[in-house]
Nanobody
Framework: QVQLVESGGGLVQAGGSLRLSCAAS????????MAWFRQAPGKEREFVAA????????YYADSVKGRFTISRDNAKNTVYLQMNSLKPEDTAVYYC??????????????????WGQGTQVTVSS
């Protein structure tokens, strides 16, 4: 079993930055693909970004491309999401997810095996 705990959310003005962290415990995530999803009030959960086990391959939703960066530190068993140039439409609960098949990038939430509890990000205009 893998436990995931997100942190780093908060309230920020439009144009600002936040860095989310996802700390894993229970077992190493060095062989897992990792991703971030988000869910805004009244909306379905949506894919944000993903990274393969090695960190060499990343993939982003069009809505965040060029503004967000996903990265990982396998030695620390942690994944990050650097969010720059934040917009009010980025407001959501952000979730970290882990997938056993570490070589594949998957954008569907059904493709992930473990989930964190989420961290709230609120961007004011």
């Amino acid at each position: 079993q893998v436990q995931l705990v997100e942190s780093g959310g908060g309230l920020v003005q439009a144009g600002g930055s936040l860095r989310l962290s996802c700390a894993a415990s229970g077992r190493t995530i060095s062989t897992y693909a990792m991703a971030w999803f988000r869910q805004a009030p009244g909306k379905e959960r949506e894919f944000v970004a993903a990274v393969t086990w090695s960190g060499r391959t990343t993939y982003y939703a069009d809505s965040v491309k060029g503004r967000f960066t996903i990265s990982r530190d396998n030695a620390k068993n942690t994944v990050y999401l650097q969010m720059n140039s934040l917009k009010p439409e980025d407001t959501a609960v952000y979730y970290c997810a882990a997938r056993h098949n570490g070589a594949a990038i998957v954008t569907a939430d059904t493709g992930y095996d473990y989930w964190g509890q989420g961290t709230q990000v609120t961007v004011s205009s």
